[in-house]
């Protein structure tokens, strides 16, 4: 079988998969944020916290909730990991120092879950597990949360509330994503994936040596890392590595874990606002930019312009052995479009095209389909941006779902795409003009620059992958990756539930005939039109310096 045609096969049962569980996943959760009852491990915890799931939240309240919950977040894993050294299961690890402590605990709260340190020799069992772990799931159950809050939004007329946040919190982590990880963890401990919790073990090596593999929750840790988003891993090496991924299925499970609830949640936004055809819609435009980075990533690192990639019959440095170029093209692709940060490969590796797709597939805004949560509302948000434009072009107030889109909203939604770019771009001008920073690349020209661009345009937008090459574990990077990735995850917040704010306090506005319908195609590839040329075209300077101009020399 053709390497071509292995990758098509792939795509196809992929996509099959994702369709077979696209409505009673969809329908599933929408049933879980519209239901009145509480389960009583619920009751239990509302109590534990003193929070009361019934009382409706205004849009501050619910940012209060998120950021307040989210500060002791980020206290309790520095925390954490500053005292390790005297918990049980450190396995001798010394306490982390202040600056990885703080990225750390910034960037797994933040769903973003950037690495700066090998976690097989720097975090022991209860730092993996007990606090890690723990931020992969409620990290991106608050990402949930802000979507359904926008949704509501929109389905909600002349009131400003947009339901309880500790609310949506628990029922997220309790009802969603505990049981599909648990069902993913058995899946990959059947298929060959660690679960142990004991200490190092001694292996003989193929020439006799001895070698220390260490062990943990790694099944349990792999299965929310991707559903949920997250993608820090348990080893250094990642996804590539046999104990977090064992074989091609795993591969493509785990790639389907990724994808399955962000492109799902477009089926409960459409249940939720009452008409599933506007969740259809929303679906096509985030499958068509997925579908295209695939094709265009399997065809740039499937190309042989030289005689090396000739004798390889690809790009083959950089890529795990055991999948080989299409199936690693497709999990770079659904990592850095998702803002999962996992890697089955090194990206850094990839043709210089190749990595720049990695790259825009981050500064679209990580839409298609996005992470779990932060896709769907990230989406909403260029959706606006699409009936303002096509309101302009014939003269016509726009709208979207009976809401009216004025002055106040157009505000929120471009303060919402102004400010990810932002934190990007003026964090790598930064560690380029300053005489440190940039000694952390590897490489010089423009593959230094594409490091260092990538490092902030991955913790800006919450993704958490690394172009590899760069040295990120040092004072500046830990410190300004952190603030990236804080400033990159709740200033968007702000403005979404704002806008959500706004939309709910509003009446309904009823359809006509100048209405635009936005539910049809055309407006779906009216919205694929706005994420590629509104926010694409924001960061063309940026990719020209980098990957444009080392795939052009």
Request: proline share 5%.
């Amino acid at each position: 079988m053709s390497p071509i045609l292995a990758d098509v096969l792939q795509v196809s049962a992929l996509v099959v998969a994702l369709a077979l569980v696209y409505v009673p996943l969809g329908d599933y959760m929408a049933g879980v944020y519209s239901s009145k009852k509480h389960l009583r491990v619920e009751r239990l915890i509302y109590r534990s916290i003193g929070a009361n799931p019934d009382t409706e939240m205004r849009w501050p309240a619910y940012l209060r909730g998120v950021l307040a919950f989210s500060l002791i977040s980020v206290l309790f894993l520095y925390l954490l990991q500053r005292i390790q050294n005297h918990l049980p299961g450190s396995l001798g690890f010394a306490a982390v120092t202040p600056q990885q402590a703080f990225n750390t605990a910034a960037s797994f709260v933040t769903n973003t879950n950037w690495q700066s340190y090998s976690g097989e020799t720097t975090m022991g069992h209860v730092v993996q597990t007990g606090g890690l772990a723990v931020q992969n799931f409620v990290s991106a159950a608050v990402g949930i949360a802000v979507a359904i809050a926008l949704v509501r939004g929109f389905a909600r007329s002349r009131t400003g509330e947009l339901g309880n946040f500790w609310s949506d919190l628990v029922r997220t982590t309790v009802r969603i994503l505990l049981p599909l990880s648990f069902v993913a963890a058995v899946v990959l401990v059947a298929c060959g994936a660690i679960q142990d919790f004991g200490t190092w073990h001694n292996l003989t090596t193929l020439t006799g040596g001895s070698q220390g593999m260490p062990v943990g929750g790694v099944a349990s840790q792999e299965a929310i890392k991707e559903l949920g988003t997250n993608g820090g891993g348990f080893f250094n090496a990642n996804s590539a590595h046999p104990f977090e991924n064992p074989n091609a299925f795993t591969n493509l499970f785990e790639i389907f874990l990724i994808l399955v609830i962000p492109f799902a949640l477009t089926r409960t936004f459409g249940k939720l606002v009452g008409n599933v055809k506007q969740g259809y819609a929303i679906l096509a435009a985030m499958f068509i930019i997925w579908l295209g980075f695939v094709v265009l990533m399997s065809w740039t690192e499937f190309a042989h312009p030289g005689a090396a990639l000739q004798a390889a019959h690809g790009a083959m440095e950089g890529k795990e052995q055991r999948f080989g170029v299409g199936a690693s093209a497709l999990f770079s692709v659904s990592t850095t479009l998702t803002s999962t940060g996992a890697v089955d490969s090194f990206h850094s590796s990839f043709t210089a095209f190749g990595g720049g797709l990695d790259l825009l597939a981050m500064m679209l805004g990580e839409l298609a389909p996005g992470g779990t949560g932060s896709g769907l509302y990230g989406m909403l948000i260029m959706a606006i941006i699409a009936v303002f434009i096509a309101g302009l072009m014939v003269g016509r107030t726009p709208e979207y779902l009976g809401k009216k889109i004025g002055g106040r909203e157009i505000k929120f939604a471009a303060c919402y795409i102004l400010i990810t770019p932002a934190v990007a771009l003026i964090f790598t001008a930064l560690a380029m003009a300053l005489p440190t920073p940039i000694h952390s690349a590897a490489n010089p020209g423009p593959h230094g620059f594409s490091e260092v661009l990538y490092a902030y345009t991955s913790a800006a937008n919450n993704n958490g992958s690394a172009f590899a090459g760069l040295n990120a574990n040092t004072d500046w990077f830990n410190t300004t990756t952190g603030l990236a990735v804080l400033l990159g995850r709740f200033l968007p917040m702000v403005f979404v539930l704002a806008l959500a704010g706004s939309l709910a306090e509003q009446r309904p506005v009823p359809e006509t005939a100048g209405t635009l319908r936005t539910e049809k195609p055309l407006f779906a590839g009216l919205l694929v039109g706005t994420v590629l040329i509104v926010t694409g075209l924001t960061y063309f300077p940026a990719l020209a310096l980098g990957p444009i101009a080392e795939g052009l020399s």
